[in-house]
């Protein structure tokens, strides 16, 4: 049977149109994004040089800042670390500073014990969206792969990430393993989040009593909206004390699940595929670093760069009749 039979024929839902309001401040946001005194700022340059060490020990000749500075730039323009290096170098050059240029083995070495400062807490209850996508190793390429084969698996991540759905910012993140349980991660990325969670949304493999449990310990009030499973019948005390899963079904039992997605506000999870696509297309869709420990500083610096990019502006979008 072909593809899409009877097509003419067939209901067609049409595609929405957005105009921002805000165009030319966007337009202005987005040219900011390539500044490199966006990223090269003033504080990097005052703090350049580490402090001195009280304690036993060779004295580090650059501050957390100067390592994170590089290694943020190294990330946003996707560059190797010896491409930092020049571009490090570049820069303090063309504005005239005395100040000395990390090597990359410097930066490399320094990654994996780098501190590095977690995302901003928001000023009220944040509205959690979480999902995870895979990030590819360092490895043969897809031309390559396609050309001559290769006899060993391909390695990848999973990156884990709750986005605030009010701001668009990435809230909170973690880097395991491929064989890591999404639900198993929820824990970890609540305790990032600094202040009180007003809702947390997530897809169906997020539908364990452990999510409901963990999200209920830190935040009693907060509502979990993850559609049950179709195979999925109410707890023994759902007459009595329903759950908040419980109050799921029985919504969708009798209004349909796509009115229950409506009415709950599932449908804004959305914005965290959104946000997972836009890291892949500014930052890449894999991991440069060889360490575990590297490829965290590296998601985390890249994260504090994504909401950096947001701060600097977004775009206003009314919808088009």
């Not at 593809?3 to 202005?28: L, M």
């Not at 501190?115 to 979480?130: I, W």
């Not at 929820?186 to 305790?191: F, I, N, Q, R, T």
């Not at 919504?251 to 595929?273: D, F, P, T």
Request: hydrophobic fraction near 40%.
């Amino acid at each position: 049977m072909p593809f899409k039979a009877n097509a003419e024929r067939r209901h067609h839902i049409p595609t929405q149109r957005h105009r921002a309001t805000n165009s030319a401040a966007y337009d202005a946001a987005l040219r900011q994004r390539g500044s490199l005194t966006v990223w090269f700022t003033e504080a990097a340059i005052a703090a350049w040089k580490a402090e001195p060490r009280a304690t036993r020990g060779g004295q580090r000749r650059y501050s957390e800042l100067a390592i994170a500075t590089a290694l943020t730039l190294r990330a946003v323009f996707r560059l190797a670390l010896r491409q930092t290096e020049g571009l490090i170098g570049s820069i303090i050059a063309l504005l005239g500073l005395d100040l000395a240029v990390p090597d990359h083995t410097t930066l490399s070495r320094r990654a994996e014990t780098l501190a590095v400062v977690g995302p901003r807490p928001s000023s009220g209850a944040v509205h959690l969206l979480v999902d995870s996508t895979g990030l590819k190793l360092c490895g043969s390429g897809e031309w390559l792969l396609e050309k001559h084969g290769t006899k060993t698996r391909r390695s990848w991540r999973k990156l884990h990430i709750a986005v605030d759905a009010d701001t668009g910012q990435i809230a909170a993140a973690a880097l395991t393993t491929s064989d890591v349980d999404d639900a198993s991660q929820v824990g970890a990325l609540l305790d990032q989040v600094d202040g009180p969670v007003a809702s947390f949304t997530a897809d169906g493999a997020y539908d364990q009593d452990g999510v409901y449990g963990q999200v209920a310990a830190r935040y009693p009030e907060a509502s979990v909206i993850v559609p049950p499973r179709c195979s999925a019948v109410p707890s023994e005390t759902a007459q009595t004390a329903p759950t908040m899963r419980d109050r799921h079904l029985q919504i969708i039992a009798e209004r349909g699940r796509m009115a229950w997605q409506k009415a709950s506000g599932y449908n804004w999870r959305a914005l965290v595929e959104a946000d997972i696509s836009r890291f892949k297309r500014v930052i890449g869709d894999g991991l440069r670093s060889r360490t575990d420990q590297r490829r965290a500083t590296e998601i985390a610096l890249a994260v504090g760069a994504m909401n950096r990019m947001l701060e600097l502006g977004r775009p206003d979008y009314v919808r088009l009749p």
